[in-house]
């Protein structure tokens, strides 16, 4: 079984701290993606990496940015978190580019106060 | 332009009912796919079914089935004798290009099974 793991299922930080998600996945997935889920808007894609090291912008990357150091490590940075960053966020993983579904991992509320 | 419409924000059924999931899209892209997934209260997504823009015949995965109208462009998602697991938020998804690796989501719709 596909496995995806996010570092914490809730969090909450300060205006203005720096925050880190990290997602890690075990099955040699090459693509992994960051969403954030708000009622109402269904997952908007924040960033997404086809590769180590390679990064594309999602629909909403601003105030964000990503890390892919390793290919099962993929991470979500906040800069300086802001209010209006309060959310779920979802990291995904798929094989290659061909015809295969996104795995997810459990999500980690972000409360930022 | 929203490119994935889910018009039922919430449905209530009947334990061992079918119900019907909406699910319109918008592309003018000839290659694309079609996704369902559900997502519990525990937050995980999962994934369901799928359907190719140009697979002949509908997708289906046990209790769940693809109502693929290409030319009305809409992918509906069966479920059949309903459970009260199957209580749960499900979310359409499309992606144009068979070599793109975005997902565009729709809103969600939540179903709530009654006993």
């Known amino acids: 079984d596909v496995k995806v793991t996010q570092s914490s299922r809730y969090l909450v930080k300060r205006t203005g701290e720096k925050v880190f998600l990290e997602c890690v996945q075990d099955m040699d997935h090459e693509n992994m993606f960051w969403y954030r889920q708000d009622p109402g808007l269904g997952l908007r894609l924040i960033y997404f990496s086809y590769d180590v090291k390679m990064k594309e912008k999602g629909d909403i990357p601003e105030g964000y940015s990503v890390s892919r150091e390793k290919k099962e490590r993929f991470s979500l940075i906040l800069e300086s978190a802001s209010t209006n960053q309060t959310s779920m966020y979802l990291c995904?993983?798929?094989?290659?580019?061909?015809?295969?579904?996104?795995?997810f991992g459990p999500g980690t509320r972000l409360t930022v106060t | 332009a929203q490119k994935i419409t889910q018009t039922q924000p919430g449905m209530f059924v009947q334990e061992k009912e079918a119900v019907t999931l909406d699910c319109t899209y918008d592309?003018?892209?000839?290659?694309?796919?079609l996704f369902w997934y559900k997502q519990p209260s525990s937050g995980e997504m999962i994934f369901l079914i799928y359907?190719?823009?140009?697979?002949?015949q509908n997708a289906t995965e046990g209790r769940y089935s693809l109502n693929f109208q290409k030319a009305r462009k809409s992918a509906n998602l069966v479920i059949s004798a309903s459970q009260l697991g199957d209580s749960a938020m499900y979310f359409c998804a499309m992606r144009e290009n068979w070599g793109a690796q975005k997902l565009v989501f729709g809103q969600g719709t939540r179903l709530t099974i009654n006993p």
């Open positions: 359907q190719g823009s140009y697979d002949q």
């Open positions: 995904a993983s798929k094989l290659g580019r061909g015809l295969y579904e996104q795995y």
């Open positions: 592309t003018s892209d000839p290659s694309y796919g």
